[in-house]
């Protein structure tokens, strides 16, 4: 990923809905007066996720009667808070933020990956993952023992599973990733960097938004069978489109 140099770009606090946050209740409140009353405030004084479900999901509010509870915030699509004075938790630059709906590097279920002993830090990565997609590992073996230290460690048998198609079980509330494979009864925590998401029919669904690839040659190859190929689709690899209909295998 190309970014500009951190020299010349503006260090911006970030600020919420983070520890220390003033709030009230939110849209999905159904705890009664378990805050004072309709009004009263607390503050946000932790941030976890929920059992093993969900990561970032709930937060701890003690409020001015002096109560304290946990509260969704997200979990299940409910939000049961809102600030009324934002906190502050690190900074970022702007210009280092990924953009809104520009396209991410995933590969298709047919894709090779690399063998184990062949360096691949350059092979592409899905940034974000969630609980069901299929993700393959893309690194060589030495390449994913070091990315493994502070994400999950190291197990030789993780080599086995190099290449092979896992499903997201969980993502963990330091963001890595657990990974179940078929057929084994372990669950693999990986660094999500060494991940690549596994695109296959099944993963699409009418209105998504989606892009063709800007390699003319494998979509091509891609149509035989699929619609055939015409020349004009050259120009259309530039554009989104929203899929209405899923009777062909789109890569």
């Known amino acids: 990923v190309d970014l500009v140099p951190r020299a010349g770009c503006t260090k911006i606090p ?18 009664g007066n378990q805050d004072g009353g309709p009004g009263k405030t607390g503050r946000l004084v932790d941030i976890r996720g929920w059992d093993n479900e969900s990561s970032r999901s709930v937060a701890t509010v003690t409020w001015t009667s002096g109560s304290t509870n946990v509260y969704r915030l997200g979990y299940k699509g409910c939000v049961d808070l809102c600030y009324i004075e934002e906190a502050t938790c690190g900074t970022y630059y702007k210009e280092h933020l990924p953009v809104l709906g520009q396209p991410v590097m995933t590969m298709a279920e047919g894709d090779i990956a690399p063998s184990a002993g062949v360096s691949n830090t350059s092979s592409p990565c899905h940034v974000t993952f969630n609980v069901g997609d299929k993700v393959k590992v893309l690194k060589d073996v ?12 190291w197990n030789p048998r993780m080599a086995e599973y190099i290449g092979r198609v896992g499903t997201v079980h969980r993502v963990t509330d330091k963001g ?10 372990n669950r693999w925590t990986f660094h999500p960097r060494a991940l690549t998401k596994v695109i296959s029919k099944e ?9 063709v690839r800007n390699d003319a040659a494998a979509v091509k190859n891609f149509q ?6 015409i020349d004009v689709m050259k120009s259309v690899s530039f554009y989104f489109f929203r ?5 062909a295998f789109i890569k």
């Open 142 to 153: 030495e390449t994913l023992r070091e990315m493994q230290a502070g994400h999950g460690g």
């Open 203 to 211: 993963s699409f669904s009418l209105g998504d938004l989606v892009q």
């Open 243 to 247: 899929l209405k209909a899923t009777s």
């Open 224 to 229: 035989q069978g699929h619609g055939e190929w």
């Open 176 to 185: 890595d990733i657990r990974v179940q494979y078929e057929g084994c009864n």
């Open 14 to 31: 970030l600020k919420g809905m983070f520890i220390g946050a003033k709030v009230v209740r939110g849209p999905d409140w159904e705890w």
